[in-house]
């Protein structure tokens, strides 16, 4: 595959989950950087780029966009080692992908970006805090109970379900202040994914 576009932020758990998976699935791409509030990201609204208004979104042969962060990893997955073929398995993966959207980015990654981010600051206060504290550790205790009896989250392999919820949850302790100490099952399951061929990390974009 080729001719691919990813306009994404680079900061953000939502675009780095494409990044890895292109990464791992070993494909070539342009990549366009925007940051929230940058001349770039503005550009690409003017260009009508962004159909949802947010990043990321990759444009594949043909010029056609795709929004949305899992979509795409279902896209690129589709075919490869990374998704399943039994329907049974695939239903299990959208579940998980979305329960990522659903119940863990809301409170992970919003924690994050609220602890992070100069221009959320007035909204992170002791109480919003505490509550995402509370409710990030239910889901990561969640996801600890099913990695206690599986190495990963649909089948014997890695899939797109484990990239969707890695991108947030491996910076959940540096960033979100989420005690990330009390799951182990989620930090090996963690180092795991780390450890794949062709792994990159949230820092590091094509050049």
Not at 1 to 20: A, E, H, I
Not at 32 to 57: C, D, F, M, N, R
Not at 90 to 116: I, K, T, Y
Not at 137 to 154: D, G, I, S
Request: charged letters at 20%.
């Amino acid at each position: 595959m080729s001719g691919l576009t990813l306009y994404s932020m680079p900061s953000s758990g939502n675009s780095y989950k494409v990044r890895l998976m292109l990464a791992l699935l070993g494909r070539r791409y342009t990549h366009v950087a925007a940051e929230i509030a940058s001349p770039e990201l503005a550009a690409l609204k003017a260009k009508g780029l962004l159909p949802t208004g947010t990043l990321p979104v990759l444009q594949i042969p043909g010029g056609r966009l795709l929004p949305e962060s899992n979509a795409i990893l279902l896209w690129l997955a589709h075919g490869t080692e990374f998704w399943p073929s039994d329907r049974f398995d695939e239903a299990r993966a959208l579940g998980w992908m979305f329960f990522e959207q659903n119940r863990h980015e809301p409170v992970v990654a919003v924690r994050a970006s609220l602890r992070c981010y100069p221009h959320r600051t007035t909204e992170a206060t002791p109480e919003r805090l505490a509550g995402l504290l509370e409710a990030g550790h239910e889901v990561l205790a969640m996801m600890e109970a099913h990695l206690r009896a599986a190495q990963w989250f649909t089948g014997p392999s890695p899939g797109a379900a484990d990239i969707a919820l890695y991108a947030y949850t491996h910076s959940a302790g540096l960033r979100g202040g989420f005690e990330m100490e009390r799951f182990g099952a989620v930090n090996d399951w963690c180092a795991r994914i780390a450890a794949l061929p062709g792994y990159v990390a949230l820092d590091a974009l094509p050049a």
